[in-house]
């Protein structure tokens, strides 16, 4: 099972600002099939990026994500009031077809005002 | 536009069962693999069950593996999730989402909530 690690827990921020969140798996994601959702209070999660950086339909740009193998970063290049949430890490590199741990969450990263 | 809105969640007692429903629109629903995927404060997001598109190939996360059964209804645009022989730990909001087969989950239903409670 991998293993995906998400920090910081929290972070205090204001509108305006910039603010990268990191997600560290625990072993290599295979394809970097690594998404980011968002969820906000009451709401499902939403999905932001796929495959480490591509923007989901209708996600705005100041939303980019990068990364390769172990470690990947979402920023947020310019916060605004619905940007605080709590955001996710996922990790699709292997079917659930054959493997009972195939698909993993990270713990989330909450931004705060 | 894509939807998915699940019913069936409620307030059962340890060892009960419970069945979750998840009606889709909006999308060709026997093209697609779907999954549940609960989440608890606690545990977060877990990822619980897998179905191919044509409902021939299943698959559980090995928490509920032999207690959980998903199921799917394409003639009625449906999913579904049977939930037996439940434990206080399985209580959570349960969410349908559409794929999890080397894709992500691109649409979440709005969660049905499962409250285990003698």
């Known amino acids: 099972e991998i293993v995906l690690t998400q920090s910081p827990g929290t972070l205090s921020l204001s509108p305006g600002e910039r603010v990268t969140l990191s997600c560290r798996a625990s072993q290599s994601v295979s394809y970097n099939y690594l998404a980011w959702y968002q969820q906000k209070v009451g709401q499902a999660p939403r999905l932001l990026l796929s495959?480490?950086?591509t923007r989901a339909t209708g996600i705005p740009d100041r939303f980019s994500g990068s990364g390769s193998g172990t470690e990947f970063t979402l920023t947020i290049s310019r916060l605004e009031p619905e940007d605080f949430a709590v955001y996710y890490c996922?990790?699709?590199?292997?079917?659930?077809?054959?493997?009972?741990?195939?698909?993993?969450f990270g713990g989330g990263t909450k931004l705060e005002l | 536009q894509v939807q998915l809105v699940e019913s069936g969640g409620g307030l059962v007692k340890p060892g009960e069962s419970l069945r979750l429903s998840c009606a889709a629109s909006?999308?060709?629903?026997?093209?697609?693999?779907m999954s549940w995927i609960r989440q608890t404060p606690g545990k977060g997001l877990e990822w619980i069950s897998f179905?191919?598109?044509?409902?021939?190939?299943?698959n559980y996360a090995d928490s509920v593996k032999g207690r959980f059964t998903i199921s799917r209804d394409n003639a009625r645009n449906s999913l579904y999730l049977q939930l037996n022989s439940l434990r206080a730990d399985d209580a959570a909001v349960y969410y349908c989402?559409?794929?999890?087969?080397?894709?992500?989950?691109?649409?979440w239903g709005q969660g049905a909530l499962v409250t285990v409670s003698s």
């Open positions: 179905i191919a598109p044509g409902g021939n190939f299943m």
């Open positions: 996922q990790q699709y590199g292997t079917s659930p077809l054959y493997d009972s741990s195939a698909l993993t």
């Open positions: 495959g480490a950086s």
């Open positions: 909006g999308f060709t629903f026997s093209d697609y693999h």
């Open positions: 989402a559409r794929e999890g087969n080397y894709k992500p989950f691109d649409f």
